[in-house]
């Protein structure tokens, strides 16, 4: 399908985050074939939708668990490792394929409701978990994770992530919706060689790993102690080789900055989930000014505890202000980056976060029928982006496109019964409490 969209404010989120006003954005086959202002665009001989407010790229969420909605709520109070070994693990093991669906599904589907069009999940039954996002709609990049607990063989993990990626690709579905991903948890909770051997496996398929980063300053000493930091010990086991984000990052030195700089190393930063575990405040203006590739994520829903990546654009901006004592340290056009273009490219993704030719037609139109955007759309740019980013939110979200397929229309998801997905999560839910 081909369709024209014109709206008074569109928002490309190019480098300099630019505002065009009375834009359009042309879609062929899912992918954007023009943006830019309505007297530039080329002529035009099919469909045109024409929208009131603010149109801007979906939502890239870096780093999520998001059948965890099935665990939402559950020791919410507790640090990030008791938390982890007295509720959500002995929780997890309780878990059937079909509740990671519906709990994947409904984290879908909150997310495509507040804008978020592609999230980065590391979760169990990744299988389950796409199927959950083809059917919604929406797209993801999966990781299996790729732990060593009792009970679980790591190598049969890596295994079993080769074997998927060499049968289906590393991009499948509608308007590629779905990349597979490696999924190591994290230093702490797996041997070196565990490690070197997920990289060596990423490398020769191209493929991106996910892996928790120095979240906590507690969690993982004992590779402090022997390799002098986390990031030296992936250095050192050859992980830093290939495409990697790595997962909250709070706990960095600046060696270890410059060092995630040298190798591209993606940064997933969760303020959200950081401040709720009380793991403390990563160093974003640090990271940008060394202009490591950083995106926002909300991480599971269980630890934040929602998917609102508009949320974390606040949070990102207000605690980056108040660690380094700096009003400028983060502005609203930085945050609204963060969250899109900046995303994207965390994750190695340059055909999402922007709307670009050739980049898939991934966007929301934002309602501006809201007191947020009181003063109107026709004030200076600063102002519009600023009431953009500080006062309105995933509320004003109205509609999303996907691949240019429109998967939410007046606020509520197209293609799935919300009410349904509720009640079979609720119905899950309880049973995990039982």
């Known amino acids: 399908m081909s369709r024209r969209f014109s709206a008074p404010i569109i928002l490309p989120c190019d480098t300099a985050c630019s505002v065009i006003r009375d834009g359009v954005v042309d879609v062929r086959d899912g992918r954007i074939t023009y943006c830019g202002p309505a007297a530039d665009a080329p002529q035009w001989d099919a469909l045109v939708t024409e929208l009131p407010g603010i149109l801007l790229p979906g939502l890239v969420n870096t780093h999520a668990h998001s059948p965890m909605t099935l665990l939402r709520g559950m020791g919410g109070d507790l640090p990030l490792l008791r938390w982890l070994n007295e509720i959500i693990w002995p929780a997890e093991v309780r878990l059937r394929p079909e509740d990671v669906r519906a709990g994947m599904l409904l984290g879908s589907l909150e997310m495509l409701r507040g804008g978020v069009t592609t999230s980065a999940e590391m979760y169990f039954h990744a299988e389950e978990m796409a199927d959950a996002v083809l059917t919604s709609g929406a797209r993801a990049v999966l ?38 991903s490696y999924a190591p948890h994290s230093a702490y909770m797996l041997p070196p060689e565990a490690l070197r051997l997920t990289g060596e496996s990423a490398a020769a398929r191209g493929a991106l ?15 402090r102690a022997e390799y002098g930091s986390v990031p030296r010990l992936l250095e050192e086991v050859g992980l830093l080789d290939g495409r990697v984000i790595a997962a909250h990052a709070v706990h960095l030195s600046d060696e270890d900055i410059a060092l995630f700089a040298a190798r591209g190393v993606g940064v997933a930063h969760c303020p959200g989930s950081n401040a709720k575990l009380a793991s403390g405040i990563a160093r974003l203006a640090e990271l940008r000014a060394a202009s490591v590739p950083v995106g926002l994520g909300t991480d599971g829903p269980a630890s934040n505890d929602d998917l609102d990546l508009w949320a974390e654009m606040q949070l990102s901006a207000l605690l980056a202000r108040l660690s380094t004592k700096d009003a400028t340290a983060v502005r609203a056009p930085d945050a609204l980056l963060l969250a899109t273009r900046g995303g994207a490219t965390a994750l190695g993704r340059d055909d999402l976060g922007a709307l670009e030719p050739g980049r898939w037609a991934d ?6 029928d809201d007191p947020a955007f009181a003063a109107g759309l026709d004030v200076p740019d600063e102002q519009l982006l600023a009431n953009l980013v500080w006062a309105a939110g995933s509320r004003c979200v109205a509609d999303v496109w996907v691949a240019g397929e429109r998967v939410v229309a007046g606020g509520e998801p197209v293609r799935v019964d919300r009410a349904k997905v509720q009640a079979e999560v609720r119905e899950a839910a309880a049973r995990l409490r039982a």
């Open 143 to 180: 990781g299996g994770p790729i732990m060593g607990l009792p009970g679980l063989d790591w190598r049969s993990m890596i295994a079993t992530t080769e074997r998927w990626i060499d049968a289906d690709g590393l991009r499948f579905g509608p308007g590629e919706r779905i990349e597979l």
């Open 363 to 368: 966007f929301v139109h934002v309602d501006a």
């Open 209 to 223: 790993v996910q892996i928790h980063v120095a979240e906590a300053a507690d969690e993982d000493g004992e590779q």
